[in-house]
């Protein structure tokens, strides 16, 4: 696996997310990685390398934190509706968060770049080292988790109120990274 630094973390995270979009990365403190994963939900924690984050609300304002935050009322609870996919899956479904409804036909020249696509989201998720545990709320995953996730069904446990929410949660034994998009409509 290839060594990433702050320069390809950025360049990948800006290819991959833009507005309305959530990437957000922090220490992983709790042998349960949950409370940690909703302490980078909510901003309460920093990157602990001080790479940069994608968080910014649809209609491009900053990301709000607090209850009126798309993740405001988001329990550690709440995880129990994810469900673990391996490595393969969950840079799949970093692809997909570029289509407004989470799908790989929906994103313009999918074809000619998906090779393109696929690789950005390796690097992101190749920070968080071989050992790293991964997980979703896309419900296809539920029942297969080495499903294809480029061409899965479009069913989400949501984590907010949006029309849909769709992500992926990065585990590591250090840190904890959070990549979500929102559908709003």
């Given at each position: 696996?290839?060594?990433?630094?702050?320069?390809?973390?950025?360049?990948?995270?800006?290819?991959?997310?833009?507005?309305?979009?959530?990437?957000?990365?922090?220490?992983?403190?709790?042998?349960?990685?949950?409370?940690?994963?909703?302490?980078?939900?909510?901003?309460?924690?920093?990157?602990?390398?001080?790479?940069?984050?994608?968080?910014?609300?649809?209609?491009?304002?900053?990301?709000?934190?607090?209850?009126?935050?798309?993740?405001?009322?988001?329990?550690?609870?709440?995880?129990?509706?994810?469900?673990?996919?391996?490595?393969?899956?969950?840079?799949?479904?970093?692809?997909?968060?570029?289509?407004?409804?989470?799908?790989?036909?929906?994103?313009?020249?999918?074809?000619?770049?998906?090779?393109?696509?696929?690789?950005?989201?390796?690097t992101i998720l190749g920070r968080f080292g071989e050992d790293a545990l991964f997980f979703t709320n896309a419900a296809t995953a539920r029942e297969n988790p080495h499903t294809d996730?480029f061409r899965r069904e479009g069913a989400y446990e949501g984590f907010t109120s949006h029309a849909m929410d769709c992500g992926v949660i990065a585990v590591s034994a250090k840190e904890?990274?959070?990549?979500?998009?929102?559908?709003?409509?």
């Amino acid at each position: 696996m290839t060594q990433i630094d702050a320069t390809s973390w950025n360049r990948s995270l800006s290819a991959l997310f833009g507005e309305g979009m959530f990437a957000a990365v922090g220490e992983r403190r709790h042998d349960d990685w949950r409370p940690d994963a909703l302490d980078v939900m909510q901003l309460r924690t920093a990157d602990p390398r001080g790479w940069s984050k994608a968080a910014t609300a649809p209609g491009g304002a900053d990301y709000a934190t607090g209850p009126d935050s798309p993740f405001g009322a988001v329990t550690p609870e709440d995880f129990r509706r994810t469900f673990s996919v391996p490595r393969r899956s969950a840079a799949h479904i970093l692809v997909t968060l570029q289509d407004e409804w989470f799908q790989a036909e929906g994103i313009p020249d999918f074809d000619a770049r998906e090779a393109e696509l696929t690789s950005t989201a390796r690097t992101i998720l190749g920070r968080f080292g071989e050992d790293a545990l991964f997980f979703t709320n896309a419900a296809t995953a539920r029942e297969n988790p080495h499903t294809d996730m480029f061409r899965r069904e479009g069913a989400y446990e949501g984590f907010t109120s949006h029309a849909m929410d769709c992500g992926v949660i990065a585990v590591s034994a250090k840190e904890v990274g959070i990549f979500w998009g929102f559908t709003i409509d």
